[in-house]
């Protein structure tokens, strides 16, 4: 009896489950061999051609193949899922000695804390905080501030334009007039007004074409200039340390007759002179002055029975100055390295005194 046929197909199965990888090839292998077309299925079916003699030992021998390709592809199927199973493991293994992830903690900007430390202070002095419009019209923003529409003041405040009357706000003194207006010629008025305010500027280290001013204003009868010294006396002391004292200087602002430019003694020299104070020992803060009569009466007060102090000051120059910032542009980029080295104030103790 001839069963090279048997082993010929034994050694084509073993040289061919060598080289199966994956599930699929090993199923179609089985298919192949021990399905019902299958090549070993094939070698059954010969049977009927044998004789009786020669039968039994072919049929042995056949079975034989047949447990021997079973019991390979049971091996194989076991080994490829426990390859499967390593590699899942290994992928999902959980290295317990890595360091966890830590969360990061934001700050706040050092322009929103600075504004929030003035608004703090001039609420404790019983101040209002008044809003504006950043759009806004050509009346309010000047002719409304004694600044008609020939004004050479206007030159002062080069102005993004979106048609003759409407603009971006160059100062946020519009909101003095909008807030007395709305007040109806009944004082007292005790506001301050923090913005955003908008400058046809180039920009650099010092100018930027959009920045943070506060407005302050108080109308009510008998307010004098010793109100207003008082009032920002302690303010500088409060913002820039307890020995601060302050200077007025004469100035021109069309809405305030007179008008003032308010310097600080410097918080870093302390007067003897240095780069901060450019050598004078002293730093200008802020414009200020009596509210022009002109201003009161269009906005409805009469400047007879009422009078008032105004001044406006830049929230980006004083925390340029109070944290030693160089660069105003830094405000605006938002880059978290800057921002986030004010985490450390978080404390919101006065910083002037280390600077
Ligand atoms: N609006 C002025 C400016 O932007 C600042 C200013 C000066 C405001 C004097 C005032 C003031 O209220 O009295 O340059």
Redesign the pocket.
């Known amino acids: 009896m001839d069963t090279s046929g048997i082993s010929e197909i034994q050694n084509a199965f073993d040289d061919a489950v060598k080289t199966v990888a994956d599930k699929k090839s090993l199923q179609d292998l089985k298919i192949e061999y021990l399905g019902k077309k299958g090549k070993v299925t094939g070698l059954m079916k010969e049977m009927k051609n044998l004789s009786n003699e020669d039968r039994p030992a072919y049929g042995a021998a056949v079975n034989e193949v047949r447990s021997h390709i079973t019991s390979v592809i049971e091996e194989k199927e076991t080994a490829l899922a426990n390859e499967a199973l390593e590699a899942r493991l290994k992928e999902e293994t959980i290295d317990v000695s890595l360091p966890g992830r830590t969360f990061r903690l934001g700050s706040p900007h050092p322009l929103s804390r600075t504004i929030e430390d003035i608004e703090d202070f001039f609420i404790g002095l019983g101040y209002e905080i008044a809003e504006g419009y950043e759009v806004e019209t050509d009346y309010f923003n000047f002719e409304a501030l004694n600044l008609p529409k020939s004004h050479p003041a206007r030159d002062m ?1 080069d102005s993004f334009y979106f048609s003759e009357d409407i603009l971006l706000r160059t ?1 946020t ?1 519009p909101v ?1 007039a909008r807030t007395m207006q709305a007040r109806k010629g009944q004082g007292p008025v005790k506001v301050i007004c923090p913005g955003k305010v908008y400058r046809r500027d180039s920009d650099d280290a010092t100018h930027s074409h959009q920045f943070t ?1 506060i ?1 302050g204003l108080v109308v009510d009868r008998n307010i004098h200039m010793s109100d207003l010294k008082g009032t920002l006396e302690l303010f500088a002391k409060e913002m820039f340390g307890p020995d601060r004292e302050i200077r007025l200087r004469p100035s021109y ?1 069309p ?2 007759e007179p ?1 003032v430019e308010v310097d600080i003694s410097c918080f870093k020299c302390k007067g003897a002179g240095c780069n901060v104070c450019k050598r004078s020992g002293w730093i200008e803060i802020l ?3 009596m509210v022009h009569p002109n201003v009161l009466e269009m906005a409805g007060f009469d400047p007879d029975e009422y009078s008032g102090f ?3 000051m830049g929230p980006d120059r004083i925390a340029m100055l109070k944290y030693g910032i160089e660069d105003i542009r830094n405000f605006y980029t938002n880059d978290l390295r800057f921002i986030n080295q004010f985490k450390a104030m978080e404390d919101g103790g006065d910083q002037s005194e280390s600077i």
């Open positions: 405040q100062h003194s003095q001013q407005e602002f809405f305030t008008s414009g200020s002055g105004a001044f406006g």
